[in-house]
């Protein structure tokens, strides 16, 4: 009988070290890691999200979409100025397109929102463009953010024509907002007399309908 509970134990202690040693050689890669934050991200625990995008950077320093996802992350958390550190840092590094399709434009959309956000509308602009200009209008698809599918390019074309108008560019701007109704289907004339300050009110009146329709979209 004890020879038995020896042996049953020996089969156990193998069977346990086995486990193990399986589970020692399966380790996640960083796409693995970042693909299980953007999980996190997508039910709305950003914080945790967070810590495992870290985990995918730590992972690798040189993987784009985990870059990404750590500034869109800290983005959500309030943390703007983090979250452009790390577009910035992002937008730097190559990518396999066929791994992380588009991730060069969420970086540029994300780069153009959180500049917007804290005022710095010369960099909205410089990264609004930077986005379009990225984008085949002809092979590509219209962007979507892959991570919410809310949020389109119509919303960086609205944050762009923002930052125009902040700059006073205000022809820029009519450009920009004569877009987004094409891409609404509004078929309406909207030529506001932009020399004058009635004009100018009317222009901003647009932008706030506009960031209205898109909320619902």
């Not at 050689?25 to 914080?47: G, H, N, Q, R």
């Not at 992350?73 to 190559?94: P, V």
Request: aromatic letters at 14%; charged letters at 20%.
């Amino acid at each position: 009988m004890k020879r038995y509970k020896n042996i049953l134990s020996f089969g156990l202690m193998i069977g346990l070290l086995i486990t193990y040693s399986c589970r020692e050689t399966i380790v996640p890669s960083e796409k693995e890691l970042t693909d299980y934050a953007w999980t996190l991200y997508e039910a709305d625990d950003f914080s945790e999200a967070n810590q495992w995008f870290r985990d995918g950077f730590d992972k690798d320093s040189s993987y784009m979409d985990a870059y990404n996802g750590l500034a869109w992350s800290f983005g959500k958390l309030g943390f703007i100025d983090s979250a452009i550190t790390y577009f910035e840092l992002g937008k730097t590094l190559s990518w396999d397109e066929s791994l992380t399709p588009g991730v060069n434009l969420d970086i540029f959309a994300g780069l153009t929102f959180a500049n917007r956000a804290i005022g710095n509308d010369s960099l909205a602009r410089v990264y609004g463009r930077s986005f379009f200009a990225a984008q085949d209008p002809v092979s590509s698809e219209p962007w979507i953010f892959p991570h919410n599918s809310l949020m389109n390019h119509l919303d960086v074309r609205l944050s762009l024509a923002s930052a125009y108008f902040s700059l006073a560019k205000f022809d820029s701007c009519v450009t920009e907002v004569r877009t987004i109704h094409s891409g609404l289907a509004i078929t309406k004339t909207f030529a506001p007399d932009i020399n004058t300050v009635l004009g100018q009110d009317e222009l901003v009146k647009e932008l706030e309908t506009l960031q209205d329709l898109l909320l619902i979209q």
